[in-house]
């Protein structure tokens, strides 16, 4: 009896399951991958790490994850006098194909500085060894960016360019390898 009444029990149940399954949710499909994306990511490694800088009284502190699947992961934080500055939150994705950096800033209360939905987008412009340069393409900033690059094994530069339509200096960041 026990045996017998399992078996109903499992096959009612698979006959549910089955009928749930005509309405099938839709797949997402994951973003696309192409080969040399996938290379330029992987090439990005030397990012990897966490580097520091002193400016005056401020400790300005950059980390990256390595590259894994489709993407990097970074944050960066400046502490002025002994305090919580500003952050940001960094990611380097695969998007159609190509590299796409996304950078939003918060204050010091995870207030966004950017619009709720739109953080500051670059595309890839350019990438060789230890140097890559990310553009906007869209708006009042297109044509600012950022140039990051690695001069030597513990030498980290962030330089962000200004927009085509407000051209100005170019004001780079140079950062030591944190060790302890």
Not at 63 to 80: C, E, L, T, Y
Not at 99 to 124: A, G, Y
Request: proline share 6%; hydrophobic share 40%.
């Amino acid at each position: 009896m026990f045996r017998r009444s399992r078996i109903v029990t499992i096959c009612l149940a698979a006959a549910s399951l089955a009928a749930l399954a005509g309405d099938k949710p839709r797949k997402q499909k994951p973003p696309k991958a192409s080969a040399e994306a996938s290379h330029q990511l992987a090439s990005l490694s030397w990012m990897e790490g966490v580097w520091v800088r002193e400016q005056g009284k401020d400790l300005l502190e950059e980390s990256w994850f390595a590259p894994q699947g489709d993407s990097m992961v970074g944050m960066f934080r400046w502490i002025k006098d002994g305090k919580l500055w500003m952050v940001e939150m960094m990611t380097i994705t695969i998007d159609d194909g190509e590299l796409v950096f996304r950078l939003r800033h918060f204050d010091r209360k995870q207030t966004p500085w950017e619009e709720k939905n739109s953080p500051m987008t670059c595309k890839l412009k350019s990438i060789a060894d230890r140097k890559v340069a990310f553009e906007r393409v869209d708006g009042e900033k297109a044509g600012s960016g950022y140039v990051i690059s690695s001069p030597g094994p513990d030498a980290y530069e962030v330089s962000l360019l200004a927009p085509e339509n407000a051209p100005g200096k170019t004001q780079t960041f140079a950062f030591t390898r944190k060790t302890h």
